[in-house]
């Protein structure tokens, strides 16, 4: 049991890309942690994964299919020179995740065999995300990019993807299906403030930098109304709207200390563990 009245794990996307795609080590640390009850995410958790991971790994399958590139090696010296920060994160972890398969032989230097074993995890990744955790479709701000995955109806691999990133990138259509400002302006526009007022209190340092840092985008929003509210600043929000809908009976897990200023005025039960950093030895 992790508590009474707690019915189970409910992972924020710290948890949960870790879980997918972090070292043995790491991953074996978070089996000890949460050995109790099911995995449940929201549809947000799942938008999370596929804009950190999923849409990055397939731009990179875009880039291996460009005539002008002859091997994956030479897509992944494109890609570095090309791109930065979250990009290059999420290729990093994919090539981990080839040589953990053991696709280890030199083969994967032969472009059509390459683009076939990134076709796999990319079909594996998505099966994942769906099989491994419970989607509770429970999501109050209705989140638009949430609902978007892999079609299955596609005629082709390539339509899919194509599809998949049509719609995904298409943050104006989506920001117009969704309620977030709503969510924020009026469903807990109390909390909202009760964050701010929250923050004026606080220090400036490591722990309370995140928090703070989300205290500021909320109070551009408060400021702003609607305008303000995007794909873009749910980003840098993302966290508050993870924490207010949140079901209250399951235990929100993740890594980062801006939770521990969110969780608390709301009585949500949450627990923060330690980083793969921390737990590694190197921070």
């Known amino acids: 049991m992790i508590g009474d009245g707690i019915a189970g794990h409910f992972l924020d996307s710290s948890i949960v890309r870790p879980m997918l795609l972090g070292t043995q080590y790491y991953r074996e640390y978070l089996k000890t942690q949460l050995s109790y009850g099911l995995f449940y995410i929201s549809p947000i958790i799942q938008m999370e994964m596929n804009r950190s ?65 990134l076709e796999l995890m990319i079909l594996e990744f998505d099966d994942v995300l769906k099989t491994q955790f419970v989607n509770l479709k429970e999501d109050s701000t209705e989140c638009a990019r949430g609902k978007i995955s892999l079609s299955e109806d596609a005629s082709d691999f390539m339509e899919m993807l194509e599809r998949f990133v049509g719609d995904f990138d298409d943050v104006d ?22 964050y701010l007022f929250n923050a004026n209190q606080l220090p400036k340092n490591s722990y309370t930098r995140g928090f703070l840092k989300i205290a500021e985008s ?57 980083s793969e950093m921390q737990i590694l030895g190197g921070g």
């Open 53 to 117: 991971y999923l849409r990055n790994v397939i731009e990179f399958y875009f880039t291996l299919c460009l005539p002008t590139i002859e091997t994956f090696s030479d897509a992944l010296t494109f890609w570095s020179n090309r791109y930065q920060s979250s990009k290059h994160k999420a290729v990093q972890q994919l090539v981990s995740q080839v040589f953990r398969q053991q696709f280890t032989d030199l083969s994967i230097q032969n472009k059509d065999e390459a683009l076939i074993i």
């Open 218 to 274: 909320l109070g551009d929003i408060l400021s702003s109304g609607s305008d303000a509210c995007s794909c873009k600043s749910c980003e840098r929000i993302g966290d508050v709207l993870i924490a207010l809908d949140a079901p209250r009976n399951l235990r929100l897990e993740h890594t980062d200390y801006a939770f521990d200023y969110l969780c608390p005025p709301i009585q949500q039960p949450n627990y923060r563990h330690p």
């Open 173 to 194: 259509t989506c920001r117009s299906q969704c309620r977030v400002d709503q969510f924020l302006l009026k469903d807990y526009r109390s909390v909202i403030e009760l």
